[in-house]
């Protein structure tokens, strides 16, 4: 329980760090994304799921809806990370028409199972009925959009870790380990089909993925806003 808060209070002051730049107009797709992460984050924590669970007509429709904002969390900063690393192809592949049937389509599949298992008991990822062999698959199919955007970007932040430059050194170092830890909770994922007492060590690996990916995305930000003031005084 206190992991899941520790998390969302980094991914949240990590993301408080956008928004002076978003109000001036500037990065705002990628503040957007971090907004989107924390509060998939933020639903999830116990007593917030507890509290709007109970409000909630449709048992655990909360769990779905956080996983909805986070897949759209996910692909606004796949995005913008494909296109930092001017990666045109890999930027279609997670928005284009490629990455919005893949978008959909895990979606609609989870939607489909969530309908049939949803009041199996009150719990984030229907934790409650881990027994159900639809429910662990349920879990599952949420880590795999996730690896998805990894897997695609991975190749492209690997080639920054041997950069001249110390901050995309930086940035690439943060965002490797998070995208690897993204594949690596999919993997587990797969391994709880069949041994569901993995799942809890899985669900901390995707807490720390999340840390590291904002890590790596907060890191590009400031070294940004850095140069950007660096030439100002140049110029001034």
Request: aromatic fraction near 10%; charged fraction near 10%.
């Amino acid at each position: 329980m206190l992991i899941g808060y520790l998390i969302v209070v980094i991914l949240a002051a990590l993301a408080l760090t956008r928004v002076p730049s978003a109000v001036r107009g500037r990065n705002v797709l990628i503040s957007l994304s971090a907004a989107a992460i924390v509060i998939a984050f933020g639903l999830i924590t116990p007593n917030v799921y507890g509290n709007l669970d109970r409000l909630s007509p449709v048992p655990n429709i909360v769990d779905l809806v956080a996983k909805l904002i986070l897949f759209t969390g996910l692909l606004l900063a796949g995005t913008q990370v494909a296109r930092a690393w001017d990666a045109p192809v890999t930027q279609r592949r997670i928005s284009g028409r490629v990455g919005t049937i893949v978008f959909l389509a895990v979606f609609i599949v989870e939607v489909i199972i969530f309908a049939v298992v949803h009041d199996a008991g009150r719990a984030v990822d229907l934790a409650n009925n881990l027994s159900s062999p639809l429910v662990r698959v349920y879990s599952t199919l949420a880590t795999a959009y996730p690896a998805y955007i990894a897997g695609l970007l991975l190749p492209h932040v690997r080639k920054g870790l041997s950069s001249p430059k110390r901050s995309t050194r930086a940035t690439s170092i943060f965002l490797f380990v998070g995208f690897v830890l993204a594949i690596a909770r999919f993997a587990l994922g797969l391994v709880t089909l069949f041994a569901p007492e993995t799942y809890y060590v899985g669900q901390v690996v995707s807490g720390v993925a999340a840390i590291f990916v904002a890590l790596g995305l907060a890191t590009a930000f400031f070294a940004r806003v850095g140069r950007r003031r660096q030439t100002q005084r140049q110029f001034s």
